[in-house]
């Protein structure tokens, strides 16, 4: 009978463990996960109805246009139209700047063209499809409504559950006060129960309230929780919130936190220039003015590690204290050479520097790096002298306008946007001279094509838009060696340097820079003086 009694307690355990273990083991929501570039989604088609509903409701009445303003507006469609010359004198593109043109599909031949806009036009939507998301959806709320609800800044951690702030309902007095969520990547559940409010849906993408006091029922929404069930790093969720004819829409961020990469900058005090920094540069057939620049250097920095990218075809050492020098195929190029030296620095900030350039008293370092620690700015331009004493900060804007099916169009203006507030002699642009002290995780996220191999400078600054937060200021000064030398005192070394850094404009690397602005870019045509 003992025997008896333990087989069935035996039984029993058995069946509790598997019992256990088949509870453990229960999928989630989603057993699987698609993660293909969505389809439009119901509710993304029911507000797109909803705005083009409002849109058209007062179409009868009539309107009249203000000019003025209506040519503000983006339009669907651009064009680039350059300056016809009207003086014509020596110099005179340099005395009388005018605006150029240039339709960038020129890149390609005509019987290519064509397969290249089909190309660009797929890949285009495949990245629209990767990075929007309902974030970005157009919401517009509906007058007169009595739902309360989050406007913007709800956020929760992939998989992770949250509070859902702000729901509330404010309605006339009725027999029975309702409300309804509705979520597309996610369940709703409370974390306390309110008396006299009846639930339905909890732990469901789909959840109802219901009580005959409005108080309990709004005190009921302060405790409604939303968890993320389908697992995305960075997306949103559309959440709707209905009552009795009255719908609202508002989004959920899901996304992981951002990872932060932050530098030890050292004892408290005066910049470390040396731990901040590090000084970067690519050097090709010049290592008589690459030592001058180590020199000069190390007159004001002796400490400041230096990171050298070299494509010499015969790479001759260049060694000393602080010195990195990482030797590339031969004629690799300019922009892989600076992905190739960026890509060492470990310092909070990098600073580029061609290799013919000279530091003088001028060149204060300390003053680029309280610029940035200063202001939430990524990047920070100095000024480049020349020989003849003439200063270049390049300061550059840049506008893009809109263009529809065939690309957007990019007009480069010199000039800038605005002062930078307690520091005079720096203002924001969108491009600057090749004399930068950058943040280094900057640098690096937006890097620099390898394809620009020989003539390549605002492109890193075009593909930084939206990303690179660019100012310029001209009280810090580096000197550019000279570059005037007559035809018979050129050694064969500066004739070679020549021929691969300033090819023909009908070289196949203007090619390829057009090329590049029109598919990868996306850009029709361009403006700049």
């Known amino acids: 009978m003992l025997s008896q009694k333990k087989k069935v307690l035996m039984v029993m355990v058995t069946l ?3 019992a256990a273990l088949i509870r453990s083991w229960t999928p ?8 293909r570039p969505k389809q439009e989604t119901k509710v993304e088609r029911l507000l797109e109805d909803r705005l083009l509903l409002s849109q058209n409701k007062y179409g009868d009445i009539p309107y009249r246009i203000k000019d003025s303003v209506l040519g503000l507006l983006a339009r669907n469609g651009c064009m680039c139209e350059g300056e016809a010359r009207t003086i014509n004198i020596p110099y005179a593109n340099l005395l009388f700047p005018r605006v150029s043109a240039q339709n960038l599909h ?13 190309r660009r036009a797929q890949e285009y939507n495949s990245f629209q499809k990767r990075s929007q998301t309902a974030a970005d ?8 409504s009595p739902l309360q609800y989050p406007t913007q800044g709800v956020e929760v951690r992939p998989l992770k559950t949250i509070l859902i702030p702000g729901l509330a309902l404010e309605d006339k007095i009725r027999e ?3 409300v309804n969520l509705t979520a597309t990547m996610g369940t709703f559940d409370i974390a306390a129960f309110v008396d006299d409010v009846t639930i339905k849906g909890e732990g469901e993408m789909h959840m109802s309230l219901s009580s005959r006091y409005l108080s309990a029922l709004n005190r009921q929404l302060q405790f409604i929780t939303y968890t993320n069930t389908l697992f995305h790093p960075n997306t949103a969720d559309t959440v709707q919130f209905v009552s009795d004819g009255h719908q609202s829409v508002f989004t959920i961020k899901v996304r992981h936190g951002i990872t932060p990469k932050l530098y030890n900058p050292g004892p408290k005090g005066e910049y470390n220039v040396s731990a901040l920094v590090t000084i970067a540069t690519k050097t090709f057939l010049r290592y008589d003015k690459l030592q001058d620049l180590i020199d000069s250097i190390r007159q004001f920095y002796p400490t400041i590690t230096i990171v050298i990218a070299d494509d010499n075809e015969h790479p001759k050492p260049v060694t000393g204290p602080y010195i990195e020098h990482y030797i590339m195929p031969f004629g690799k190029g300019w922009f892989a050479g600076r992905n190739l030296a960026v890509s060492q620095v470990t310092t909070k900030y990098v600073l580029w520097v061609d290799d013919d350039f000279i530091f003088t008293a001028n060149t204060k370092l300390e003053k680029l790096v309280d610029v940035l620690e ?14 003849t004493g003439y200063k270049a900060s390049y300061r550059q ?3 893009l306008e809109q263009g529809g099916e065939e690309g957007d169009c990019l007009h480069i203006r ?3 946007h605005h002062a930078v507030k307690g520091f005079p002699n720096c203002v924001v642009a969108d491009g600057v001279v090749n004399f930068f002290l950058a943040r280094t995780d900057k640098v690096q996220q937006v890097g620099f094509d390898p394809r620009l191999a020989r003539v390549a400078h605002l492109e890193f600054f075009i593909d930084g838009l939206g990303v690179l937060h660019v100012a310029s200021c001209d009280d810090v000064i580096v000197n550019h060696a000279s570059k005037i030398k007559l035809p018979w005192g050129q050694s064969e070394s500066d004739k070679a340097y020549y021929r691969f850094r300033y090819p023909l404009s009908s070289s196949d690397t203007a090619q390829t820079r057009s090329g590049l602005l029109y598919f990868k870019n996306r850009f029709q045509c361009l403006t700049h003086n």
């Open 176 to 178: 029975r006060y309702s």
């Open 28 to 35: 989630r929501p989603y057993n699987s996960v698609d993660v």
């Open 16 to 18: 509790g463990l598997v």
């Open 374 to 387: 200063s202001t939430t700015l990524d990047l920070v331009g100095g000024a480049v002298r020349e020989v």
């Open 106 to 118: 020129t890149a390609f031949k005509g019987s290519e063209l064509d397969e290249m806009k089909r």
């Open 414 to 416: 010199r000039g800038f």
């Open 137 to 144: 959806l157009l919401i517009v709320a509906e007058a007169n």
């Open 397 to 399: 804007t840049f506008s």
